[in-house]
């Protein structure tokens, strides 16, 4: 069983910045990819940023420069910080671990930007 824990969401002025943490424990191979979606009110959950075990990443086109990936492995944390935060941010950002076939979520942590 994995479970995954987010923290550092919270409210925040548009242009300002946060870095959002996740845990994660249980079973954990050696390959997996760990990222970040958000999910905004009434829309669908989307890819925010991917990091795999062997340091490939993938962003979404609109946090592309203003949000960075990272990860410790031995901790099995990953972490996203967020620069230059905009209105259209505000979301419900969830952390994902995928293994082979099986794919975990934690709860979510709210971000929210004011203009």
């Known amino acids: 069983q994995v479970q995954l824990v987010e923290s550092g969401g919270g409210l925040v002025q548009a242009g300002g910045s946060l870095t959002l943490s996740c845990a994660a424990s249980?079973?954990?191979?050696?390959?997996?990819?760990m990222g970040w979606y958000r999910q905004a009110p009434g829309k669908q959950r989307d890819l925010v940023a991917t990091?795999?075990?062997?340091?490939?990443?993938n962003y979404a086109d609109s946090v592309k420069g203003r949000f960075t990936i990272s990860r410790d492995n031995a901790k099995n944390g990953v972490f996203l910080r967020m620069n230059s935060l905009k209105p259209e941010d505000t979301a419900r950002y969830y952390c994902?671990?995928?293994?082979?076939?099986?794919?975990?979520w934690g709860q979510g942590t709210q971000v929210t930007v004011s203009s």
């Open positions: 990091l795999m075990s062997d340091g490939n990443t």
């Open positions: 994902n671990l995928r293994q082979g076939i099986m794919s975990n």
């Open positions: 249980g079973i954990i191979f050696g390959r997996n990819t």
